[in-house]
């Protein structure tokens, strides 16, 4: 774990890490390595026993950089779904921001024959008062789940609610928002549903506004 943190700390950028510390929460102890150097990272990392070591543990004080390549790690990791499903599991309470949770559903890619899986997975995040549980959940909807065949489930699991917490609602609302470019007249409906919040109701019609693509 030394080693990695130290390897983290060689490809620091002081300026960066100024300028990334104020998209973050106060506090975050954050050294400034940019996103294409961690994702190289992990991608070496990821083929080594290290780095599957590195992916079922977790510091009592990481800094973020550790954080995001961890989930970049999970998220390469060549393993079954079940396996994965518990690296998964372990990793979502580590999760304490919107960019540590973002670059982890950006990382993790499904088979399709492990679809029906994860999706049920993803059922249980979404039942979750939790608010980056609820937020991995409902994003990875979006990454993964916006199809034909899949978006009748996703619109139900909308409709049973929201964390009243602002991350869990910006993630719902983005997820509609994609959500409404691929299915206009099923997402307009949920909309003029009593389904959704006000508050989700308003952030995601908000976003589809300010979309450039609708």
Not at 24 to 39: C, M, S, W, Y
Not at 116 to 135: G, P, T, V
Not at 161 to 183: D, H, K, L, V
């Amino acid at each position: 774990m030394n080693i990695i943190r130290e390897h983290l700390i060689s490809l620091a950028d002081s300026k960066y890490a100024e300028f990334a510390a104020k998209l973050l929460p106060a506090g975050t102890n954050i050294v400034g390595v940019r996103l294409p150097l961690l994702r190289r990272f992990s991608q070496e990392l990821a083929l080594t026993e290290e780095g599957l070591f590195f992916a079922n543990t977790s510091g009592a004080e990481e800094i973020f950089e550790e954080k995001m390549l961890r989930g970049m790690v999970i998220g390469k990791l060549n393993m079954p779904i079940n396996d994965k499903l518990n690296l998964i599991e372990r990793f979502i309470p580590q999760i304490d921001n919107w960019s540590v949770c973002d670059s982890f559903c950006a990382s993790l890619k499904v088979q399709k024959e492990d679809k029906n899986i994860f999706f049920d997975f993803l059922k249980s995040c979404m039942s979750s008062a939790e608010e980056f549980r609820y937020r991995f959940g409902v994003v990875m909807l979006k990454n993964l789940y916006l199809e034909r065949c899949y978006i009748r489930q996703v619109i139900e699991l909308l409709c049973k609610g929201c964390p009243n917490s602002y991350y869990a609602q910006m993630g719902a609302a983005w997820t509609i928002c994609e959500a409404y470019i691929r299915f206009p007249d099923e997402i307009s409906k949920l909309l003029r549903s009593s389904n959704l919040s006000d508050k989700v109701k308003m952030l995601s019609m908000r976003k589809i506004r300010e979309s450039q693509r609708t």
